[in-house]
């Protein structure tokens, strides 16, 4: 996992900080969770943003970006309220890929 990003939650846009989950004895998972303490997203560089849910397999946030190079999701690396929008990246080492997208004006999300 790359520890020089860091994505902003695809909810309200606070700053995700990295974790760490085991699987079992041998393997764990890496991914960001959102720094509110009641938000449960987290971004995973395979799966993008979700909301795990224990003994479940990871939901896929519909609509999410991925980068048309990579074939990976991309995160929210910036929000700009002034222009309502939010610019994704591809989480790729030494990709430079950016995407912006209009926020949707009736949630303020993505």
Same mark, same amino acid.
């Given at each position: 996992?790359?520890?020089?990003?860091?994505? *902003?939650?695809?909810? =309200?846009? @606070?700053?995700?900080e990295?974790? *760490?989950?085991?699987?079992?004895?041998?393997?764990?998972?890496?991914?960001f969770?959102?720094?509110?303490? %009641?938000?449960? @997203?987290? %971004? /995973?560089?395979? +799966? /993008?943003?979700?909301?795990?849910?224990? /003994?479940?397999?990871?939901? *896929?946030?519909?609509?999410?970006?991925?980068?048309? @190079? =990579?074939? @990976?999701?991309?995160?929210?690396?910036?929000?700009?309220?002034q222009?309502?929008? +939010?610019?994704?990246?591809?989480?790729e080492?030494?990709?430079?890929?950016?995407?912006? +997208?209009?926020?949707?004006?009736?949630? /303020?999300?993505?």
């Amino acid at each position: 996992m790359r520890m020089d990003i860091l994505p *902003l939650c695809d909810q =309200h846009y @606070r700053t995700m900080e990295p974790a *760490l989950a085991p699987y079992n004895a041998d393997y764990s998972i890496e991914f960001f969770r959102c720094t509110d303490k %009641f938000c449960h @997203r987290c %971004f /995973g560089e395979r +799966v /993008g943003y979700t909301t795990p849910k224990r /003994g479940d397999a990871p939901v *896929l946030t519909p609509n999410q970006p991925t980068c048309d @190079r =990579h074939g @990976r999701p991309m995160f929210i690396i910036s929000l700009d309220r002034q222009r309502n929008h +939010v610019t994704y990246a591809c989480p790729e080492s030494n990709s430079y890929v950016r995407t912006p +997208v209009r926020c949707n004006s009736d949630s /303020g999300q993505a």
